[in-house]
């Protein structure tokens, strides 16, 4: 009765508008199952059989990936919860920690799942040396891996800020302090003086919007952390995949 | 046992360095046993398995697998273990130690070694410099889309010198072993805040009985100078290298504006380690003191 039914509807037209092929184990249906899904066919059609060991490729820059869908989607769900400014980011914190449902399970989930994307990101990047695989073609799509990696570590330490507690407040205070220190452009770098750099105008301030972290660094943080930052991340890593098939693939020893 | 338990979860960020540090572990293992295999072998084993297969089901599966595998441990790690959340922010309240995110303590312990503009600045641009050429510098083709050593001892030897020890390790002895005032503590150590360690008490002329400074406070000349040859003959080091090994076949492929900048990159990520050990056994401060910079 049920297969019946089934039947009827894998032959009727809303069916078929929507799966353009049957199911039957042949190697065309497994090629179009590839090539006529929108999520799917980024990837080849057929790969070397190195390429799914996992031996070979660890699986980092998959998991990379499928961490940063993780943190855009729990990222999404903290943002109802959380407001940007001095007087009630803490507080907000407190109440999702305390007060909402799951919610502590969601924070933690983007927090460790951030944490994971830096540790996935690194180890994607030594198994790309170790395989050679920067070689020729790939030495382009390396320089983009490069970027990614920077954004990545903007991302959290952008995002480290926002709970506004003395642990980010302070983190991001030594991480920030750093600028003041760049040559010319920082206030307390060497030959600074020269251009008329003073606390108040230097890169540090422009990063922070004021001359320490306060208020003013919270709402550039999130919105650099929350818009800026994922969308150009996200156009990188679009190259980064494109680049990955223009490239032959997965590198192996028979290029 | 209490006290390790305790710094090994406070904050519970800490906990990351842990899972990097066990990851990075078994990646090496892995990786190091299939290069030994492929290097006894001949033939490296990717080799044997370059013959295709289809996506559908052979990689869908495995990403499918990958991808509910990651989020059981990250479900598992959630309800287990919170997210910090320390005292409000309060700028009058400083902490000690201040510790930037955990992946960055590996550039906050160069901060010990150098002025900030140095460790917080020039070594952080020279990585990225370092790490965004390293395709166009590694001229040999062996290698490519498997693992071996043998065919290029060179390049792994240093990036694995630079990722293993000086990023990796560094941010681990930043996570468990740096407390107040940034001394050193073992974990499982009481941090007493009142620690007193010998400051850097000389500068590297001082060692040859030469003051850095004049009574007058202005640069000594004689101190000047020896740590001016000390650091141009360290560069210089990279110099003569080069006109050992001009007529070298590497070197010819490699061209000298290469070769320069190969070498003066990797100068100069030695210097990390040899100013460590110059700061720690030697108390030397500033090689070089110069009235604009020192180093
Ligand atoms: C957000 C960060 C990144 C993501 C999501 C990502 C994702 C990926 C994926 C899914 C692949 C396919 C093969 C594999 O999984 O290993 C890949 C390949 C590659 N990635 Fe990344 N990647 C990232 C960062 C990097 C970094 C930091 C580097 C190097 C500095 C890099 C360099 C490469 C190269 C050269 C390939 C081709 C490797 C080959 O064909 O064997 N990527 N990336």
Same mark, same amino acid.
């Not at chain 2, 070769?259 to 720690?280: D, E, S």
């Given at each position: ?95 999702l920690m305390n007060d909402v449902p799951f919610g502590p399970l969601m924070r933690n989930m983007h927090r460790w799942a951030a944490h994971g994307m830096v540790i996935t990101v690194m180890l994607h990047m030594f198994r790309v040396f170790l ?125 | ?152 001892? !060179? ?7 630079? !990722? ?14 740096r407390g107040p005032g940034w001394h050193f503590f073992w974990p499982w150590q009481e941090w007493d805040p009142h620690k007193i360690v010998a400051m850097a008490s000389w500068n590297w002329p001082e060692v040859f009985g030469v003051p850095t400074?004049?009574?007058?406070g202005t640069i000594h000349p004689l101190g000047f100078l020896i740590g001016m040859v000390t650091v141009l003959g360290y560069y210089g080091i990279g110099v003569l290298y080069y006109f050992r090994k001009k007529n070298a076949e590497w070197m ?24 460590? !050990? ?14 604009? !910079?020192?180093?």
């Open positions: 009765m049920l297969g019946n039914l089934m039947e009827k509807f894998r032959k009727s037209d809303v069916y078929k508008s929507i799966f353009r092929h049957d199911y039957k184990d042949t190697q065309r249906n497994r090629a179009l199952q590839i090539l006529d899904n929108v999520w799917l066919h980024l990837h080849p059609v057929r790969l070397p059989r190195h390429g799914v060991n996992l031996r070979y490729t660890w699986g980092m820059g998959g998991i990379t990936f499928f961490l940063f869908i993780v943190l855009t989607i729990t990222g999404v769900i903290l943002m109802f919860y959380y407001r940007p400014a001095g007087e009630y980011a803490y507080d907000d914190m407190k109440y395989t050679g695989s920067y070689k020729p073609p790939r030495q382009f799509n390396w320089v983009i891996g490069v970027v990614l990696l920077l954004l990545t570590f903007l991302l959290s330490f952008t995002g480290y800020l926002l709970p506004w507690d003395q642990l980010a407040l302070w983190a991001v205070t030594v991480g920030t302090n750093m600028a003041a220190a760049t040559p010319l452009l920082g206030h307390e770098g060497p030959f600074s003086e020269m251009l008329g750099v003073r606390m108040d105008n230097d890169v540090r301030f422009l990063l922070l919007g004021g001359t320490q972290v306060g208020p003013a660094a919270l709402i550039r943080f999130y919105v650099l952390h929350c818009i800026f930052l994922p969308i150009v991340i996200a156009i990188f890593m679009a190259v980064h995949f494109w680049r990955v098939r223009k490239d032959g693939g997965i590198s192996g020893p028979n290029q | 046992m209490d006290q390790l338990l305790y710094r090994i979860v406070t904050p519970s960020d800490n906990f990351a360095t842990i899972v990097l540090f066990v990851l990075v572990f078994i990646c090496c293992y892995a990786a190091f046993k299939q290069m030994r295999e492929n290097d006894k072998r001949g033939t490296p084993r990717e080799a044997e398995q370059s013959d295709k297969v289809q996506t559908w089901p052979y990689l869908v599966r495995i990403e499918f697998l990958g991808a509910l595998a990651v989020m059981a441990i990250l479900t598992v790690w959630s309800v287990l273990l919170d997210a910090p959340l320390e005292e409000p922010a309060n700028p009058s309240v400083t902490p000690n130690p201040s510790k930037a995110p955990w992946y960055f303590l590996g550039l906050q312990e160069m901060l010990v070694y150098f002025d900030a503009w140095i460790a917080g600045v020039v070594l952080p641009t020279l990585i990225v410099i370092g790490l965004v050429i390293i395709p166009y510098i590694d001229f040999n083709p062996k290698g490519n889309g498997y693992y071996t050593f043998k065919e290029r001892k !060179f390049a792994i030897t240093v990036f694995c010198f630079g !990722f293993l020890i000086l990023w990796i390790l560094l941010i681990v002895l930043g996570t468990f072993f400074r004049t009574i007058d010819k492929k490699l061209g000298v504006v290469n070769y320069g900048i190969v070498a003066f990159l990797m100068l100069t990520m030695i210097a990390l380690p040899i100013k460590m !050990f110059l700061r720690i056994v030697l108390n030397v401060h500033y090689v070089w003191v110069t009235p604009w !910079f020192s180093v």
